[in-house]
């Protein structure tokens, strides 16, 4: 089972071969035997050719109908994704339900063999939109990661060093000297945080942990404190390990930490990052994740060696965080993020996080915290890509407000990039040589 959970479901070679299955089963199912020539038919109870062609494109057009009103009602009239979905995801749903609809008119009038083979046809095709869908998105490049499945092996943490490396003042790059031995590359894994304050169930959370980090007598590393979209989990920030591992080869085995944390408790539950009667989300980051960090991990204690990161949804929870409270984290990066704490629409989220109090709602908006502040030595970088119509322009407003704020600010929009997997890419491979300068890994 741990075999099938860690399958590399992008591997295009496994989703051609998925592609092709596909075809051949949506072949069959259009090809009836009353359409083969005579000799090579057997004895049918099955309808007429010109009857057979009407029905089959009755059921693979009702099918795409069907898709399209589904898409409808759930993207704009009750918005259960909570932004909009990109193109491709719109025509794998249709494509699906289209060959749904195909093997339905084949359950009619047709020996049980041909009926057992439209049911598992459909569910071929249905495989392989939600296969197809996620290889779009490229957060989720295993098929536990896509199930939501936890099955990351648990990370054992290196012992504390009691005496960091670095004197006082002293930029890491300039100090660092690295041993002999040093591993190439970092290690990764799962962690559990108790939630010993908050009481918040989450789920357990991914710990990218550098070269530097893992040698005897190692140096007090910055810490990012990473959140992912909504639905996802921290799994899925494996995308940035090769990043990580690459730059920390360029830089002596130097990377910060990375934790990404889970903001949600569930893949399909926005409990947005507050504290509610749906959970104590604020609380669990800002007391259970950093107590967590101080306590267990060889980190650097000041404010500016800390980072808080999200891509989505966690960007603005990122984004929160940081105007909230700045003397935890002394940077920002903001991945296509989210302008307010919404689940759903900003209607559904007054009434089921905040009890129906619109200035409650109001006061937690990241323009009404940033606004209410003035921050000195705040970095706060913002990206997203060229195509994302939707939070390409709330990145903009968002670092507009830091500025005015104080913060020093960078945005990076990328061209060709959308809200998918390709964003947090982008997102890292921008932000992450920044962070590397104000932490003190690289020379400035």
């Not at 893949?267 to 800002?286: E, W």
């Not at 759903?344 to 996080?353: E, F, G, L, Q, S």
């Not at 109090?357 to 970095?379: F, Q």
Request: hydrophobic fraction near 45%; proline fraction near 7%.
């Amino acid at each position: 089972m741990e075999q099938l959970f860690d399958l590399n479901i992008i591997d295009t070679s496994l989703l051609y071969a998925i592609y092709a299955l596909s075809a051949l089963a949506a072949l069959y199912l259009l090809v009836r035997p009353v359409l083969l020539p005579p000799q090579l038919r057997r004895r049918t109870t099955g309808p007429g050719r010109r009857s057979w062609i009407i029905t089959a494109t009755a059921g693979v057009a009702g099918g795409a109908l069907a898709g399209a009103i589904t898409l409808f009602v759930c993207e704009v009239v009750l918005n259960v994704f909570g932004l909009p979905l990109d193109a491709g995801t719109r025509t794998w749903v249709i494509i699906a339900f289209a060959g749904v609809g195909l093997g339905v008119v084949n359950l009619w009038r047709s020996r049980w063999w041909r009926k057992a083979a439209a049911v598992a046809a459909s569910l071929v095709f249905v495989v392989t939109a939600a296969l197809g869908i996620n290889a779009g998105y490229g957060l989720n490049p295993t098929l536990g990661a896509m199930l939501g499945v936890d099955h990351t092996s648990h990370l054992v943490l290196p012992k504390l060093n009691p005496v960091p490396q670095a004197p006082s003042g002293t930029a890491l790059w300039q100090s660092w000297k690295p041993p002999a031995g040093i591993p190439s590359a970092g290690v990764s894994g799962s962690v559990t945080i108790p939630a010993n304050a908050s009481g918040f169930r989450a789920r357990d959370a991914f710990l990218y942990l550098p070269p530097a980090a893992l040698v005897d007598n190692p140096p007090a590393l910055p810490i990012i404190v990473m959140m992912m979209g909504q639905p996802g989990g921290p799994e899925q920030s494996k995308t940035a390990v090769q990043q990580l591992d690459a730059l920390a080869q360029q830089n002596h085995g130097l990377a910060p930490i990375v934790l990404t944390i889970d903001q949600l408790g569930n893949p399909y539950r926005n409990p947005v990052c507050v504290d509610s009667a749906k959970g104590n989300v604020y609380t669990y980051v800002t007391t259970d994740v950093v107590n967590y960090i101080r306590k267990n991990l060889n980190v650097a204690t000041g404010r500016t060696q800390w980072a808080v990161a999200g891509y989505s949804n966690g960007g603005e929870c990122a984004l929160s965080f940081a105007a909230k409270r700045p003397e935890i984290f002394g940077s920002l990066l903001d991945i296509s993020g989210e302008l307010n704490p919404v689940d759903r629409n900003a209607d559904n989220t007054v009434k089921t996080i905040f009890g129906g109090d619109k200035a409650a709602y109001t006061a937690e908006k990241p323009a009404t915290i940033l606004k209410a502040h003035k921050y000195n030595d705040e970095l706060a970088i913002f990206t997203n890509g060229a195509l994302d119509s939707r939070y390409g322009p709330e990145g903009a407003k968002a670092e507009a407000d830091a500025k005015a704020a104080g913060m020093t600010t960078n945005r990076f929009v990328g061209a060709g990039i959308g809200h998918l997997g390709d964003a947090v890419n982008f997102g890292l491979k921008s932000g992450l040589p920044l962070l590397y300068q104000r932490f003190g890994l690289t020379r400035p």
